[in-house]
């Protein structure tokens, strides 16, 4: 594994991802609505985090695998799950499975944080059998997270050599990466709600629950608290409840 990736694992490993897992639940509803797995399909839900997706799809009676790259968040999903769910560490773009040997491959704001979205998509396409179905989400470019991100860039330079998370949230560039190895491409826009009684409740949410803020602000520096004003005042400019609707693409597409 290389130090980015091991660095990767150590994040998401980091911080107590259960509150931002229950947030992220209507988002692995819509994915596994729109694949509705079959009995006798082999669901995989890549960048599985603690099994959202999983949990759901094994609950259509079909075999699921879960890979993610943080060894904590494979013992909290393994936990969860019980023997319902196989879970394997392992990088989305070397994936720990045979060719050819998965129905339906998944991914919730997951495969949009591997650094080389070429190869990850490559790994997907090998592991699922021709015809198999891929369904992913990833936040619009225009959306509640996108513009969070953008203003954290301004407290805290992004790392060239980080994943571009966010160009997953571009449709005409989400496209144009699948089509190499998918077809029957659809993509709808759909929102999970984002709110808060006060924005300072969500920011103290971030600091119990995302691992990501917790590294922005540790890298903002002596900027950390004015990184959090500004995402406060961001999110609710008059001070009052945060009530956004945060968009997010889901894309389907059949493995060629
Ligand atoms: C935002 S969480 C989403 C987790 C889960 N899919 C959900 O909906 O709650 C992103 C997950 O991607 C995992 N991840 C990041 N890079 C990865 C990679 N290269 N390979 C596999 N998993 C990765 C992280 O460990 C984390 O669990």
Redesign the pocket.
């Known amino acids: 594994m290389t130090d980015g990736?091991k660095s990767?694992?150590q994040?998401?490993?980091s911080a107590d991802?259960s509150g931002?897992?229950k947030r992220?639940e209507p988002?692995?509803d819509a994915l596994v609505d729109a694949v509705a797995p079959r009995a006798g399909e082999h669901v995989l839900?890549?960048?599985?985090?603690?099994?959202?997706?999983a949990i759901r799809a094994a609950a259509c009676g079909v075999k699921v695998t879960a890979?993610?790259?943080?060894p904590r968040?494979v013992q909290l999903g393994r936990e969860r799950t019980g023997p319902a769910v196989e879970w394997i560490e392992?990088?989305?773009?070397d994936l720990p499975l045979p060719d050819n040997t998965v129905d339906v491959a998944l991914?919730?704001?997951?495969?949009?944080?591997?650094?080389r979205p070429d190869v990850?998509l490559a790994q997907l396409r090998r592991v699922l059998k021709p015809g198999g179905r891929i369904a992913l989400?990833a936040w619009t470019t225009d959306g509640y997270v996108a513009q969070r991100a953008r203003l954290i860039r301004l407290f805290v330079p992004p790392d060239p050599a980080a994943?571009d998370s966010l160009s997953w949230g571009d449709p005409e560039i989400l496209e144009q990466r699948l089509a190499t190895e998918f077809t029957g491409i659809t993509i709808e826009r759909l929102a999970v709600p984002w709110h808060f009684d006060s924005p300072q409740q969500m920011t103290s949410f971030y600091e119990a629950h995302s691992a990501a803020y917790r590294a922005a602000k540790q890298a903002a520096g002596d900027r950390a608290q004015e990184m959090a004003a500004a995402i406060e005042q961001q999110a609710s400019p008059d001070g009052g409840p945060v009530r956004w609707e945060s968009t997010y693409l889901l894309v389907q597409a059949l493995a060629r």
């Open positions: 990736k990767a694992a994040l998401w490993g991802y931002l897992a992220l988002a692995a839900d890549v960048a599985a985090g603690t099994g959202n997706v890979v993610d790259i943080a968040m392992g990088d989305v773009e991914s919730a704001f997951g495969v949009i944080f591997a650094p990850a989400t994943a």
